[in-house]
């Protein structure tokens, strides 16, 4: 069984510090940097670089900043055109903005941003704002909105048999719609919403 280490860039600075200190330690006792780099689970050319900077400068010279782009930068939407839409999707339904959907899904959010600041994103891009922003897909619920749970009860131990006892004795054929399937509103598909 193999076992997966996290991605490092995930890593805290402290836990970073301690890796680049285990790495200098490895080496220094005979290990290359690639099993180091392996055994770490971190790049060939990562330890080659902490490696190169410690040979040079010693701990002092061991790269302290992160590497990378800060968390955040190169979204297409900022955080006011985010928080506008969330805004959007929270008070308003797509019909309400003209956008030709029964709930919101990644399409609808899609058209929403497209209408809202002229700017196309894809799909996947969608669901990961949605994700980020707190929203999850909710798949309806299939059964009719005015149920009562006893009149279903006196319906499946009483009315029900006493119709198939009777179908039977007239050898008649019954048949069975679903109301929910029927509906001139049924939408089965799926929508997005804050979650909980």
């Known amino acids: 069984m ?10 805290s600075d402290e836990v970073l510090q301690a890796l ?14 690639a099993d180091v780099a392996r055994l770490l689970g971190v790049a060939g050319e990562t330890v080659s670089r902490w490696w190169t900077a410690y040979t040079a400068g010693g701990l002092q010279a061991l790269p302290q900043e992160r590497t ?10 900022s955080d006011e055109q985010g928080a506008h839409l969330q805004l959007l999707l929270d008070t308003k339904s797509p019909s309400d903005l003209g956008i030709a959907a029964p709930v919101w899904n990644r399409r609808a959010v899609r058209d929403l941003i497209l209408n809202e600041y002229g700017l196309r994103v894809p799909i996947r ?3 990961e704002y949605l ?11 299939r059964h009719a909105r005015k149920q009562d749970p006893d009149e279903v009860r006196e319906w499946l131990e009483q ?26 509103d049924a939408y089965p598909g799926y929508g997005y919403a804050r979650e909980g």
């Open 2 to 11: 193999a076992i997966t280490l996290p991605d490092s860039r995930g890593l």
């Open 20 to 33: 680049r200190l285990r790495a200098l330690h490895g080496i220094e006792s005979g290990f290359s940097q």
């Open 68 to 77: 990378g782009r800060p968390v955040g930068t190169g979204r297409t939407l």
């Open 125 to 127: 891009t969608v669901g």
């Open 131 to 141: 994700r980020r922003w707190g929203y999850t897909a909710k798949k309806p619920s």
């Open 159 to 184: 009315t029900y048999p006493a119709i198939e006892k009777l179908a039977r004795a007239e050898r008649a054929t019954m048949f069975w719609c679903d109301e929910t399937g029927t509906a001139a």
